[in-house]
């Protein structure tokens, strides 16, 4: 990794071949050339989409299936933020279930500069394919540009909301006391 820019990893279901993985299936399908194996534990281990079967079980168009985003850190292996979303088939064609991951690693969290991982979701940063190859280049860091979730707009849905001050008081209390209780929801 360059001291400007994000390694790069991408996770999805793959054909035999397509992965960087033996055989075919969930994988790594790629990654820029500095991802070292603690930086793709850390993408596989904390920072994947997970389709939830409920909504499978309805049917939703592929359209209407939540974005995810996730941010972890972890000592060793720095920082990750990654998008992921719901595609429909797997690689073959035959079962739903199908998923794609992008995630941006960093063992320098200042390259994040001033935007908050989560004003990262729905970022046009994010791919919602595979890349045509094993490896993808890394992320020029100051590319990084912030979805919708700009402090206004965050500012803007508490003031409108009537649950405002429970859903406050609980984040308060995190923010009093990092090592204790966590917000588990959200009203």
Not at 87 to 116: F, M, P, Q, S
Not at 124 to 148: T, Y
Request: hydrophobic content about 35%.
């Amino acid at each position: 990794m360059t001291a400007e820019a994000f390694d790069r990893l991408l996770y999805t279901d793959c054909l035999p071949g397509t992965g960087r993985g033996a055989g075919g299936g969930f994988q790594v399908q790629a990654q820029s050339p500095g991802v070292d194996s603690g930086q793709a534990k850390l993408a596989v281990g904390s920072l994947l989409y997970e389709v939830q079967v409920p909504w499978l079980n309805q049917r939703l168009p592929i359209g209407e299936f939540p974005l995810g985003l996730a941010h972890a850190h972890a000592h060793d292996e720095g920082y990750g933020t990654g998008q992921g979303r719901y595609i429909g088939k797997e690689a073959a064609g035959g079962r739903d279930g199908n998923h794609v991951t992008d995630c941006l690693l960093t063992r320098d969290g200042d390259l994040y500069g001033a935007i908050r991982p989560a004003q990262l979701w729905r970022s046009p940063l994010w791919r919602d394919q595979p890349w045509p190859d094993k490896e993808c280049p890394p992320f020029d860091a100051a590319g990084l540009e912030a979805g919708p979730l700009t402090a206004d707009a965050v500012a803007d849905w508490a003031r409108a909301r009537p649950e405002r001050g429970p859903v406050l008081a609980r984040l308060l209390t995190v923010l009093e006391d990092p090592g204790g209780r966590r917000v588990a929801g959200s009203s």
